[in-house]
């Protein structure tokens, strides 16, 4: 429901949603929400994962999802830059509205599946780049012909306005990917619970 993760029959559980409606919720994002109604500032659940390193049975070990890219000029040559700002299921769930933004550690990820898929010169753009406005480097996005770093405030604010006026279907597919499940209940959960960014 929340991680749009399959779920096996009689795996999960069904879970009452405010249109009182009821949906399955896979055992991760039911771990997540038990966890998340429960915790309080002295954090009783310490400092273990809240996410399994493991599949937990009933969930599907891989999730289908389109990598998605927007072009942007360049704010330094002025030229075209196509920067990876989003990731979404290629069967979102019915509460899975809109896409997530790619942060640095899923960037990571996304940078080696464009390796493979023969998207070299995009991968090549993703790399540490010193920020003066984070006051540190980051993985980031890159022009593909100055190298000027693409920031991601400013693509998330373009990204997010984009996707208000014309959905997901305006920006590029780079690519479909097939990902760990456990990978993609990271970029929805973050590390505890925190939830990922929306491009909204």
């Given at each position: 429901?929340?991680?749009?993760?399959?779920?096996?029959?009689?795996?999960?559980a069904l879970v009452l949603c405010d249109d009182d409606k009821r949906r399955a919720q896979c055992p991760v994002c039911q771990e997540i929400e038990f966890r998340c109604q429960r915790w309080d500032h002295n954090d009783q659940f310490g400092s273990d994962p809240w996410i399994p390193d493991?599949?937990?049975?009933?969930?599907?070990?891989?999730?289908?999802?389109?990598?998605?890219?927007?072009?942007?000029?360049?704010?330094?040559?002025?030229?075209?830059?196509?920067?990876?700002?989003?990731?979404?299921?290629?069967?979102?769930?019915?509460?899975?509205?809109?896409?997530?933004?790619?942060?640095?550690?899923?960037?990571?990820?996304?940078?080696?599946?464009?390796?493979?898929?023969?998207?070299?010169?995009?991968?090549?753009?993703?790399?540490?780049?010193?920020?003066?406005?984070?006051?540190?480097?980051?993985?980031?996005?890159?022009?593909?012909?100055?190298?000027?770093?693409?920031?991601?405030?400013?693509?998330?604010?373009?990204?997010?306005?984009?996707?208000?006026?014309?959905?997901?279907?305006?920006?590029?597919?780079?690519?479909?990917?097939?990902?760990?499940?456990?990978?993609?209940?990271?970029?929805?959960?973050?590390?505890?619970?925190?939830?990922?960014?929306?491009?909204?």
């Open positions: 429901m929340t991680c749009s993760v399959h779920i096996a029959a009689g795996a999960g493991v599949v937990p049975p009933g969930c599907a070990a891989t999730i289908s999802v389109r990598v998605l890219a927007m072009d942007r000029s360049c704010w330094k040559c002025g030229k075209t830059a196509t920067c990876v700002v989003g990731l979404y299921p290629t069967q979102p769930a019915r509460t899975d509205h809109w896409p997530r933004m790619v942060d640095e550690e899923s960037r990571a990820w996304v940078k080696d599946l464009l390796v493979r898929a023969g998207l070299g010169l995009i991968a090549e753009s993703i790399k540490p780049r010193w920020s003066s406005t984070v006051g540190a480097r980051y993985l980031s996005n890159g022009c593909q012909h100055c190298d000027a770093l693409q920031g991601d405030f400013p693509l998330g604010e373009e990204a997010s306005e984009m996707f208000s006026t014309g959905g997901v279907g305006v920006f590029t597919t780079l690519m479909v990917a097939e990902i760990s499940s456990l990978a993609w209940q990271h970029v929805v959960h973050g590390e505890r619970g925190q939830g990922g960014n929306l491009l909204m």
